[in-house]
């Protein structure tokens, strides 16, 4: 079993900053792409960027910019840096763990965090 745990988010005034991040634990033999998605009241979950262990990276509609995605493989760690953020922004973040391989099985798995709140509000 594999496990996602986010942690960051919070209340943060427009133009603020906040850094995400998650960590996946467990049985990991390698994790292919690591993600973020966001999902607002009553609006569809979206890409917010994705990162391959070699570094490909890949950003979602209008996040490019102002969203830094990185990773520390070591530490199966996806990190989103979110700067001069916009009430917009305001969704709950999750992780995505896609292509995990584990210690039991040749198959490979996709697994979500439970996701964290963000909220841009003066």
């Known amino acids: 079993q594999v496990q996602l745990v986010e942690s960051g988010g919070g209340l943060v005034q427009p133009g603020g900053s906040l850094r995400l991040s998650c960590a996946a634990s467990?049985?990991?033999?390698?994790?292919?792409?690591m993600g973020w998605y966001r999902q607002a009241p009553g609006k569809q979950r979206q890409l917010v960027a994705t990162?391959?262990?070699?570094?490909?990276?890949n950003y979602g509609d209008s996040m490019k910019g102002r969203f830094t995605i990185s990773r520390d493989n070591a530490k199966n760690t996806v990190y989103l840096q979110m700067n001069s953020l916009k009430p917009e922004d305001t969704a709950v973040y999750y992780c995505?763990?896609?292509?995990?391989?584990?210690?039991?099985?040749?198959?490979?798995?996709?697994?979500w965090g439970q996701g964290t709140q963000v909220t841009v509000s003066s």
């Open positions: 467990g049985s990991i033999v390698s994790i292919y792409v």
């Open positions: 995505k763990a896609d292509r995990v391989r584990n210690s039991f099985s040749s198959n490979e798995y996709v697994y």
């Open positions: 990162i391959t262990t070699g570094g490909m990276i």
